[in-house]
């Protein structure tokens, strides 16, 4: 299966992949249903997550039900337990960047949220936008999500200083990006030009840098004010385990 799910990410546009994941994912659901991981997006649980990774195949890490990754579920617990995310008295203006099917219909059913998908490419956003030049005011947004999306964008000190223009003074977002901690100094190489390599040293054939711990000086630089949230570490060891979560995994939270 591993190999299988290896071809299928490395082969299919990821336009035509989200599309044809809402056709596999009821029948992956039913045939995998068990009691060993829970996804906590749904509530669902499960005998076995299914493997992922463009390269290397992790086990055990993609929810059949919701299709979420360990940074999904982390950041549906963080939003949940430690932020007015959810039940917010005033109503929250969101922009939510390439939305992730896991998060997509959940948000747009809060009452509490403005909420605006977009994304350059992706068939199910609002608006096909370009990050580093985006159509939307100075200072729109309370809550701004953009999470794996800054190691696609060759210029993603533009795209950060558009993130900055277009949240409001005191807004908040989060901008998760795949890291590697024990790496001081991001890495990026634009003569790596062959997919497969890329793939090897970036993590994917569409990546094009490797962050390492400077992503977040990055962002101060730019502006914002920024808080590394370990928050794994408020979790137990039974709870990492049940949502199949990566321990010590980095939530960037940014504020203006």
């Given at each position: 299966m591993k190999r299988i799910f290896k071809i299928i990410l490395n082969s299919i546009p990821?336009?035509?992949?989200?599309?044809?994941?809402?056709?596999?994912?009821?029948?992956?659901?039913?045939i995998l249903k068990g009691n060993t991981f829970t996804d906590p997006i749904d509530g669902k649980s499960f005998k076995s997550f299914l493997p992922y990774g463009y390269?290397?195949?992790r086990n055990n890490v993609l929810s059949p039900s919701t299709l979420s990754l360990e940074r999904h579920r982390l950041?549906?617990?963080?939003?949940?337990?430690?932020?007015?995310?959810?039940?917010?008295?005033?109503?929250?203006?969101v922009l939510h960047f390439?939305?992730?099917?896991?998060?997509?219909?959940r948000f747009k059913k809060?009452?509490?949220?403005?909420?605006?998908?977009?994304?350059?490419?992706?068939?199910?956003?609002?608006?096909?936008?370009?990050?580093?030049?985006?159509?939307?005011?100075?200072?729109?947004?309370?809550?701004?999500?953009?999470?794996?999306v800054l190691e696609h964008i060759p210029d993603d000190t533009k795209a950060m200083q558009e993130l900055y223009?277009?949240?409001?003074?005191?807004?908040?977002?989060?901008?998760?990006?795949?890291?590697d901690l024990n790496r001081a100094i991001t890495f990026e190489d634009n003569t790596i030009t062959d997919k497969k390599e890329r793939?090897?040293?970036?993590?994917?054939?569409?990546?094009?840098?490797?962050?390492?711990?400077?992503?977040?000086?990055?962002?101060?630089?730019?502006?914002?004010?920024?808080?590394?949230?370990?928050?794994?570490?408020?979790?137990?060891?039974?709870?990492?385990?049940?949502?199949?979560?990566?321990k010590g995994e980095i939530i960037p939270v940014v504020y203006k």
């Open positions: 990821r336009p035509l992949l989200i599309r044809l994941s809402y056709i596999i994912r009821p029948v992956l659901a039913f390269g290397k195949q950041l549906w617990l963080y939003l949940k337990n430690e932020t007015k995310f959810f039940n917010s008295k005033e109503t929250l203006k390439a939305p992730e099917q896991c998060f997509l219909k809060l009452k509490n949220l403005d909420y605006t998908t977009t994304d350059l490419l992706s068939p199910i956003a609002d608006v096909k936008a370009d990050i580093c030049n985006l159509p939307f005011t100075d200072n729109t947004y309370d809550v701004i999500l953009c999470n794996h223009r277009v949240m409001k003074v005191g807004g908040m977002g989060i901008f998760q990006i795949p890291q793939a090897k040293i970036f993590g994917q054939y569409d990546h094009v840098r490797v962050y390492g711990r400077d992503y977040f000086d990055k962002l101060r630089s730019v502006g914002f004010k920024v808080e590394e949230v370990d928050y794994t570490s408020k979790l137990s060891e039974v709870d990492i385990t049940k949502y199949c979560l990566a």
